[in-house]
């Protein structure tokens, strides 16, 4: 690596603790549990975060409540707005030129049907 040293951070609100420190240390054990059991809290708000993925734009809109679990998550896959188009790419085509354009935009319905 051009920067050796940690990789996570060392804040005890964020991340769990190192193997090692969990072998020796109580303490360490125990915030391991209670991190992996309660989780974190959020602080309360929403935001969308976008990520590029091989056929488009992955995005996920959270909104929490300030408890430790989201209040509501939604996932928008990346052939939503590719199928969302359609009817735009098909507008003026034959019926049977329907199957093409589907095809050509290689969409996988079991991420589009949440």
Excluded: W
């Excluded at 060392?10 to 309660?38: G, Q, Y």
């Amino acid at each position: 690596r051009a920067h050796p040293g940690p990789v996570m951070i060392d804040d005890r609100k964020a991340c769990p603790p190192r193997r090692e420190r969990m072998k020796d240390d109580m303490e360490a054990l125990i915030h391991h549990f209670k991190f992996f059991t309660e989780g974190y809290e959020v602080p309360e708000g929403e935001t969308y975060a976008a990520v590029e993925a091989p056929k488009g734009e992955f995005g996920i809109y959270l909104i929490s409540d300030g408890a430790n679990k989201p209040y509501r998550l939604k996932c928008r896959a990346p052939g939503f707005p590719h199928l969302a188009a359609l009817e735009e790419m098909c507008r003026g085509h034959m019926l049977a030129d329907v199957v093409a354009v589907i095809g050509t935009q290689d969409n996988v319905f079991g991420e589009i049907y949440r």
